[in-house]
Antibody, heavy 120, light 106 residues
Framework: QLQLQESGPGLVRPSETLSLTCTVSGGSISSTTYYWGWIRQPPGKGLEWIGSVYYSGTTFYNPSLKSRVTISVDTSKNQFSLKLSSVTAADTAVYYC????????????WGQGTLVTVSS | EIVMTQFPATLSVSPGERATLSCRASQSVVGNLAWYQQKPGQAPRLLIYDASTRATGIPARFSGSGSGTEFTLTISSLQSEDFAVYYCQQYNNWPTFGQGTKLEIK
């Protein structure tokens, strides 16, 4: 079974860019079966889909975040990445990477998540 | 944006009893509805997709039903490990989640 692991800084300054990477193990990110995605959850709150990417690099973004989000895939490293620009305290959340087999996606399995705090 | 509303916000049920959780969509999502379970400090786990299909490894006591705008997750004979927060998610359009139902021990 595929396993996902998020990595990246736990603290980001306001107005800077949040960058996270998700490493996929147990299978290939180049599989035509899966879509790879990012979801976040502010402390004590609900879930928000950020966006998804296909192995080809085709991306799909939440319209409310689209202007600040870039998701990319690196097939040579079996990773996909998230960049969120111009962050504020409202972007403080646990960020999860996940995969699914449908489009639009539901999410078959998730990484453990990583807390990113936006603070000066 | 399709808004997903879950109710009740909190449900108190005794172990061994049945729990019924509801999810309503602001417009039809056909059958493109998933349910997740989340325990404290853990990532969500997929329980149900396509409104009624159990994900791999999910016990038969979990069942989903509904279509269009009204959906239900039923957990028959609650076990101690079932007390958690449950989210619904539509994927008929770009994904949106409900705000969650906390299932607590009565």
């Amino acid at each position: 079974q595929l396993q996902l692991q998020e990595s990246g800084p736990g603290l980001v300054r306001p107005s800077e860019t949040l960058s996270l990477t998700c490493t996929v193990s147990g299978g290939s990110i180049s599989s035509t079966t899966y879509y790879w995605g990012w979801i976040r959850q502010p402390p004590g709150k609900g879930l928000e889909w950020i966006g998804s990417v296909y192995y080809s690099g085709t991306t799909f973004y939440n319209p409310s975040l689209k202007s600040r989000v870039t998701i990319s895939v690196d097939t040579s490293k079996n990773q996909f990445s998230l960049k969120l620009s111009s962050v504020t305290a409202a972007d403080t959340a646990v960020y999860y990477c996940a995969y699914g087999r449908s489009l639009p996606p539901h999410f078959d399995s998730w990484g453990q998540g990583t807390l990113v705090t936006v603070s000066s | 944006e399709i808004v997903m509303t879950q109710f009740p916000a909190t449900l108190s049920v005794s172990p061994g009893e049945r729990a019924t959780l509801s999810c309503r969509a602001s417009q039809s999502v056909v059958g493109n509805l998933a349910w997740y379970q989340q325990k404290p400090g853990q990532a969500p786990r997929l329980l149900i997709y396509d409104a009624s299909t159990r994900a791999t490894g999910i016990p038969a006591r979990f069942s989903g039903s509904g279509s269009g705008t009204e959906f239900t997750l039923t957990i028959s004979s609650l076990q101690s490990e079932d007390f958690a927060v449950y989210y619904c998610q539509q994927y008929n359009n770009w994904p949106t989640f409900g705000q969650g139902t906390k299932l607590e021990i009565k």
